[in-house]
């Protein structure tokens, strides 16, 4: 943690629809003592229940799902575009069958509430668990979504974490 410091959430200078969608992030959980990640674009943050929070939506065959179902904490990693590969192959490699964060050379980091990051992260936000709830086809208003987007029925399963600890790297 020496390169980082405590950031406050309201001061961060961040597009949140460029880091989001263009730049992405690794959510990541821990699960009996083992680390995962997955590579994201989808998700959003906000004020809800008078807290700064984090939405995420994980699809249930993703092994990172098992990881974020298991932990009451997860993080949200992000990078500068010189782990554009890494968050490339962490996106496009299941956990499940290769050591995607050795493959990706990115280092785990144990921040203080017990979660993970990665020390190449520039920003990390430590999320604590508040709700979840899966999508469903029912709710959809727009009714061409499911179709579009879930043509398998494999909707997502929708996390808000409350941020509850902001990081930011001073290299």
């Known amino acids: 943690m020496e390169n980082f410091k405590k950031a406050d959430i309201y001061a961060l200078n961040e597009n949140p629809f460029k880091i989001l969608d263009k730049d992405w992030m690794l959510i990541t959980a821990i699960k009996d003592g083992q680390v995962n990640t997955m590579t994201a674009s989808w998700g959003g943050f906000g004020i809800l229940w008078n807290k700064p929070v984090a939405f995420i939506v994980i699809r249930p065959q993703r092994y990172t799902y098992e990881f974020v179902e298991a932990a009451e904490r997860f993080s949200l990693s992000f990078f500068n575009e010189t782990y554009r590969n890494a968050l490339k192959l962490?996106?496009?490699?299941s956990g499940r069958d290769v050591e995607k964060i050795k493959l990706a050379k990115l280092t785990i980091l144990n921040l203080p509430s017990g979660a993970s990051a990665f020390s190449e992260a520039r920003i990390i936000?430590?999320?604590r668990k508040l709700y979840v709830n899966d999508l469903r086809k029912d709710n959809f208003v727009e009714q061409?979504?499911?179709d579009l987007v879930y043509k398998n029925g494999d909707f997502h399963r929708l996390y808000i974490g409350e941020i509850e600890t902001c990081w930011v790297n001073n290299l």
């Open 144 to 146: 061409n979504i499911p």
């Open 90 to 93: 962490c996106g496009s490699k």
């Open 125 to 127: 936000m430590d999320c």
